[in-house]
């Protein structure tokens, strides 16, 4: 399929109209705000929490728990980031489920917004229980952390460091998220080679050996994300230089053997796939530091040259998935059919095209014109400019306000919700634009945002039970949403 624009002008530049969006400023202060706040005042009450539930530690009623909530990760959580290889770990870790490994997937699943996780002991809430399973699995690490360099360490601090950021305890978060990439960077020469072999004889050491490679493509995206929004300047030729020769996530024989379990792996190989969309799984190029400056904000004027390629390399990516993981007749520019989408049965394909239009809002938000002044009269999608981003921001937004209200009634568990915030606050913009399609387009996505949010908004509100998600990010996001998104859509 030809691209859908005219040659771009090599020395043609486009301003990067938008360098930081008002969320891109809400989030990055309170994540910076409250870092030292968050770490002195969960570090007293955590440790209360231990030392009251110490003779509870490993019990019957405990491990009852901790088994339910691993069986939770995998039937929920897995099916959409697919990380460890469902056949090898889940037998694994039920045996042992006081291990490191164990608690530290259990600390993961207790942090998040799970709402399958059950914590059925009395005068346990489900923030104490968290509190407790994060303070023995950082306890555990601390044992091993020097003497130990295994998959299970690398897995455990990768998960400490997520429950980290989800508690705004950025700082200590990026120190384990940077020893967990360090971590995937020194275990390559372990596992590419059994990776690299074609008649695979041991099916142990091939489970772990791609779990190694599907987290060493979950590090690598957070870790990266991070370097570009706290970082001053950003060395991308290193995360790409690291993965050389680590190939594409696949599906493995023990995995087949259950298809909504295979589905699930395949459809997170294309997230991946799209996650190293712009550079490749070999190489680094100008396109994907382009991008990821873009993303990051960082750069004042992008070359009309480098957003061709990007296009072009996204359309290339749409017709490469398979037409049952895809919902729209063309790649870009043809609004999503909300019908089509509540008939999708697979709340992971949803997902999944949910972040193929994100990538795109990611690259054109910053490149915009303003909404309110452009009328679009005499726009053109053959021209690179800031009216053609506009119009890609106001088509991809109304995809993802109708794949994230789909998926929130299918899935509640697993909407992005950082995701759903940055298109929420563009289409408070887009709602004011002069152009009355999109102006019209953006009003009716906003009440389909709002809805997702204002739910989200209510599992804050419930009673103290196992079900009240524990993070401080989340009650910040309650805060953000309150005081920004719903005071505002009103208007």
Known sequence: MPIFHSSPSSGTLLAVAARVQPIDRIVRIFVKAADGLVASSSSSSSSTTISALEPLDNGPAI???KRGIIHTYFSCTLYFTPLLVQPYFLDYLLMNPHSMLANA???FVSHGPCEHVSIAIPNLSRGAFAAMMFE??????REVLFEDESLDT?????????????NLRMDEARVLMTLAWQMAIQ??????????KSDWDDPVSLAR??????LFYQIRYIELSLASMQDN?????????????????VVLPSEKVDGALSRAVDIYRHLIALSMLLGGFDKTTREEIVGQNLYAGIIDNVSQVDIAIIEQRLIEYWISLPRAYVLADQPIMSTLDMNRIRDCKLPSVLYLNMMYYLYWIVIHMRLMSPPETADLTGASLGRLDGDHALVIVSVCCDAVAKLALVLFEKEPCVNDIHWVMIVADLLLLLRNAANNTIRARAEQNLR???VVLSNIVDRFNRPNTSTVIPSTYYGEIKSIVTQHFLTQSVQ
């Open 63 to 65: 491990t009852r728990v």
């Open 105 to 107: 997937v259990v600390t």
């Open 136 to 141: 023995k699995t950082y306890s555990q690490l």
């Open 154 to 166: 690398m897995i455990t601090v990768w998960y400490l460091a997520s429950c980290l950021m989800t």
């Open 187 to 196: 275990l390559k020469a372990t596992y590419v080679p059994i990776l690299e």
């Open 209 to 214: 050996a791609e779990t190694w490679r599907r």
């Open 233 to 249: 300047s950003l060395d991308i030729y290193q995360f790409t230089a690291a993965s050389k020769k680590v190939g594409s996530p």
């Open 448 to 450: 389909w945002i709002m």
